[in-house]
């Protein structure tokens, strides 16, 4: 009866330290494992060591890009001679942009010129915007726009105020003419 009881106690024994072990190891291989962000290797001069490799986390500054909106001030034309300054040192009306459309034909996109032109003065810092003239206006100003009246629909150019007043811009050909008083 003592040799069973004593081979019952070895094998609990062993079954015990196999549990143990075993569960530590299982414990080991499902620990998670620690990130790092970056391996450093530096040099110590200690008498025994020459490197020694330390691990060492480290914040990384990064560099992000962010759109921000930031407030400008526009201001209108002084006068015709300060809008003609700056068109004769514009180049938009020296871009030569041209598309084939539908029919095959080559044209010229007024409205290309129109917002090419307004972006540049914003850049400026003055206040231009786009205007569409209809057929008819395209005809009552045909001695400054460079469409042609009798075969076009619409045609963009640009609107500056200049005091109480609105003046136009072709952007094409710096052609700068009067349009209406605002009173």
């Not at 094998?11 to 620690?34: A, K, N, S």
């Not at 962000?37 to 560099?63: F, G, S």
């Not at 938009?92 to 034909?105: I, L, P, R």
């Not at 129109?114 to 786009?130: I, K, P, S, V, W």
Request: charge should be negative; glycine fraction near 4%.
């Amino acid at each position: 009866m003592k040799k069973i009881l004593l081979g019952l106690l070895v094998l609990i024994l062993i079954m015990g330290t196999c549990l143990f072990y075993g569960g530590r190891q299982y414990e080991r291989q499902h620990t998670p494992p620690v990130i790092v962000d970056r391996i450093v290797e530096k040099r110590v001069d200690v008498p025994d060591v020459i490197v020694k490799t330390v691990i060492v986390k480290e914040e990384m500054p990064v560099e992000v890009e962010k759109i921000v909106n930031v407030p400008i001030t526009l201001r209108d034309w002084d006068s015709v001679a300060q809008l003609k300054q700056f068109l004769a040192q514009d180049r938009t009306d020296k871009t030569v942009v041209s598309q084939t459309g539908y029919n095959g034909k080559e044209y010229y996109p007024c409205y290309t010129h129109a917002t090419m032109l307004r972006d540049n003065a914003l850049r400026a810092g003055f206040y231009l915007e786009t205007e569409i003239l209809t057929q008819e206006e395209c005809y009552s100003f045909r001695d400054y726009v460079v469409c042609d009246p009798e075969t076009t629909q619409k045609h963009d150019v640009c609107k500056a105020r200049i005091k109480d007043e609105i003046w136009l811009v072709e952007p094409q050909s710096d052609s700068v003419w009067f349009a209406y008083n605002l009173n």
